[in-house]
T-cell receptor, first 116, second 109 residues
Framework: DTGVSQNPRHKITKRGQNVTFRCDPI?????LYWYRQTLGQGPEFLTY????????KSRLLSDRFSAERPKGSFSTLEIQRTEQGDSAMYLC??????????????FGEGSWLTVV | GENVEQHPSTLSVQEGDSAVIKCTYS??????FPWYKQELGKRPQLIID?????GEKKDQRIAVTLNKTAKHFSLHITETQPEDSAVYFC????????FGKGTRLHILP
């Protein structure tokens, strides 16, 4: 296992189309996070899971966004009816949460979305 | 909700000098404070972190200090080198990690 894996790395889509990103966390990690990052900004929290349970979702997140982690391993982030403002890098991260683990989160390489 | 403020947004220092980046947070329940470095086109990578039961932590040229009473923490880089040029993000919390907006550090030759 070499780290958090995301795909596709790049996606160009037309406005109004749906897109789905996949994240495979580090294998023993029980927490999985999704962030969005635009140029010149810090990663913006979207949602996170502990195992298969979605524990929190950002209030800023439109209902066009949905994330799942059905078996507590990989996760998908779907954006429906994409808008130009959705263009960003979508970062996935994972961590091992629990006593003594420090909750260090490790990021994937990110999935770049361009909505045209 | 949790808010993390970071400053300055841009910092230029002469090679060999020290750089200091400061952050404040709003949630007094925060107990974990990592710092990430992000180079252009790459993922953020953890460079150092500190827990709330510790006031200072050092790793070679990098140190972080935490003042829980004032709810602020700082990153110190000494003897800066060209490869330190990057964007640095502070973050706070323990369950969901909230990031500052970043500091672009330029090391001048």
């Amino acid at each position: 296992d070499t780290g958090v894996s995301q795909n596709p790395r790049h996606k160009i889509t037309k406005r109004g189309q749906n897109v789905t990103f996949r994240c495979d966390p580090i294998s023993e990690h029980n927490r999985l996070y999704w962030y969005r990052q635009t140029l010149g900004q810090g990663p913006e929290f979207l949602t996170y899971f502990q195992n298969e349970a979605q524990l929190e979702k950002s209030r800023l997140l439109s209902d066009r966004f949905s994330a799942e982690r059905p078996k507590g391993s990989f996760s998908t982030l779907e954006i429906q009816r994409t808008e130009q403002g959705d263009s960003a890098m979508y970062l996935c991260a994972s961590s091992l949460a629990g006593r003594g683990s420090g909750n260090t989160i490790y990021f994937g390489e990110g999935s770049w979305l361009t909505v045209v | 909700g949790e808010n993390v403020e970071q400053h300055p947004s841009t910092l230029s220092v002469q090679e060999g000098d020290s750089a200091v980046i400061k952050c404040t947070y709003s949630d007094s329940a925060s107990n974990y404070f990592p710092w990430y470095k992000q180079e252009l086109g790459k993922r953020p990578q953890l460079i150092i972190d500190i827990r709330s039961n510790v006031g200072e932590k050092k790793d070679q040229r990098i140190a972080v200090t935490l003042n829980k009473t004032a709810k602020h923490f700082s990153l110190h880089i000494t003897e800066t080198q060209p490869e330190d040029s990057a964007v640095y993000f502070c973050a706070a919390r323990d369950d969901k990690i909230i990031f500052g907006k970043g500091t672009r550090l330029h090391i001048l030759p």
